[in-house]
């Protein structure tokens, strides 16, 4: 679409269908948790029948807000992120209709309105990640934590007040470090929401560590975090003997609660911050280039197939880059891969491959990448990716292919 001067490409996940139900599942989620020890009547059934038109109108509204927001930020692009944030954003005012009614009058009401706040920003940052590497160990482990929050009546615990106040400097390293990876388990590690004692210490630190993703997908890490998620999972199904954990706030002053709040969406708000531009790999001697994009160039060296074609994408900024997958669905292409050759996606059309070049290096992996590039300043070099038609070639005869030509993207410097 054209609004304007701005130009928006349109997709399937630009209409946010796949958003669209998630926030109905949120909305029916509230209703049915919130009045399960209720009984039935006439409002619960009108607030399950209301969750289709506002969750609908809510993601009418995403969508406007995210045209709005690319508009002033132009040409910077958003992250995948911010789409569900300002969809859970656009669906908070209404949380409060859907709600049961709280038994212990209003103190409750705005702890839980903290409460519904912390999961939107948890799942806005956990929604993107679960196309990633070991991205069903990250959604597991973060999905046990967000789990119904209990206190530990007196059991002992790290000083409440330095867990609280490391916190908040964690969010300003964070940001100065550009380690997207770890918002998320700092998000879930919020000392106001987890009253983590000794007791819990281990078990919640296991689960943390598997909410980051260049750890996660580590096999004995991925194991380790599994086993801590089930045994979280476990005491906070049972209860614990405590009540809301967001209780822990009633003996802080009333702005705390704003300021959590707030903090809440710095994850989002970090991507605004000044960047160092970021220095795109040298292209090989003699190779053609043609400028595609803002960020992304063809290239094509000289003894290169004809029925290979190979895209550059330099970092804007200097963020990391996603996976094949999720960069191609951010441009409305939908990937799979294929059982024979792992690292070889396709479209039911066309072969995908990427490759990274960083510090001078070829990488092959994603994985490997995030490995890389995983120390504070990393430059996020530059993502290749290579296509071909499948009527041209056979899967294993791409992966070849592909393999080769990555070989002289250092050697033909």
């Known amino acids: 679409m054209v609004i304007g001067q701005l130009y928006v490409p349109w997709t399937g996940d630009c209409a946010g269908l796949n958003i669209l139900a998630v926030l109905l599942a949120v909305l029916l989620a509230v209703v049915l948790w919130t009045w399960r020890d209720r009984a039935y009547d006439r409002r619960l059934v009108v607030r399950l029948v209301?969750?289709?038109?506002?969750?609908?109108?809510?993601?009418?509204?995403?969508?406007?807000?995210?045209?709005?927001?690319?508009?002033?930020?132009?040409?910077?692009?958003?992250?995948?992120?911010?789409?569900?944030?300002?969809?859970f954003l656009w669906v908070l005012p209404v949380l409060g209709w859907f709600a049961a009614p709280a038994r212990d009058g209003a103190a409750s009401m705005r702890r839980r309105w903290l409460e519904a706040l912390?999961?939107?920003?948890?799942l806005a940052l956990l929604a993107p990640l679960h196309a990633g590497p070991a991205g069903w160990v990250v959604a597991l482990c973060a999905l046990a934590l967000l789990l119904p929050r209990t206190q530990a009546g007196t059991e002992a615990g790290p000083p409440q007040n330095?867990?609280?106040?490391?916190?908040?400097?964690?969010?300003?390293?964070?940001?100065?470090?550009?380690?997207?990876?770890?918002?998320?388990?700092?998000?879930?590690?919020?000392?106001?929401?987890?009253r983590v004692t000794w007791r819990r210490l281990g078990r919640f630190g296991l689960t943390l560590l598997g909410t980051i993703p260049v750890l996660a997908w580590n096999p004995a890490v991925a194991v380790l975090a599994l086993i801590g998620a089930g045994w979280w999972a476990s005491g906070a199904l049972r209860g614990m003997g405590g009540t809301d954990a967001t209780a822990n706030l009633s003996g802080w002053p009333g702005s705390m609660r704003v300021v959590v709040g707030m903090y809440f969406g710095v994850p989002f708000a970090a991507s605004l911050l000044p960047t160092i531009p970021a220095e795109p790999a040298p292209l090989p001697s003699g190779a053609m280039v043609r400028r595609i994009e803002a960020s992304a160039r063809q290239v094509r060296l000289l003894d290169q197939s004809p029925t290979l074609a190979m895209v550059w994408y330099d970092a804007m900024g200097d963020g990391?880059?996603?996976?094949?997958?999720?960069?191609?669905?951010?441009?409305?292409?939908?990937?799979?891969?294929?059982?024979?050759?792992?690292e070889v996606m396709t479209d039911g059309s066309t072969w995908y491959r990427?490759?990274?070049?960083?510090?001078?290096?070829?990488?092959?992996?994603?994985?490997?990448y995030l490995g890389k590039t995983s120390l504070p300043l990393s430059a996020p070099g530059t993502h290749v990716i290579m296509t071909g038609s499948n009527r041209d070639w056979s899967e294993v005869g791409f992966a070849v292919a592909t393999a080769k030509l990555a070989a002289k993207l250092l050697v033909a410097r």
Do not use: K
């Not at 997958?325 to 799979?336: A, D, H, K, N, P």
């Not at 990427?354 to 490997?368: C, D, H, K, V």
């Open 354 to 368: 990427q490759y990274f070049l960083q510090g001078g290096n070829l990488i092959r992996s994603y994985p490997e």
């Open 50 to 87: 209301m969750a289709v038109p506002l969750a609908f109108t809510a993601n009418l509204a995403r969508i406007v807000t995210l045209i709005a927001y690319r508009a002033w930020q132009y040409p910077t692009v958003e992250s995948p992120q911010l789409h569900y944030f300002f969809g």
């Open 118 to 122: 912390h999961i939107a920003a948890a």
């Open 320 to 342: 990391r880059y996603h996976t094949l997958e999720v960069c191609m669905r951010y441009r409305g292409v939908e990937l799979q891969a294929e059982d024979h050759e792992p």
């Open 162 to 194: 330095w867990l609280v106040y490391g916190w908040f400097w964690t969010a300003g390293l964070i940001a100065l470090m550009r380690m997207e990876s770890l918002w998320l388990p700092w998000l879930l590690g919020c000392p106001l929401v987890h």
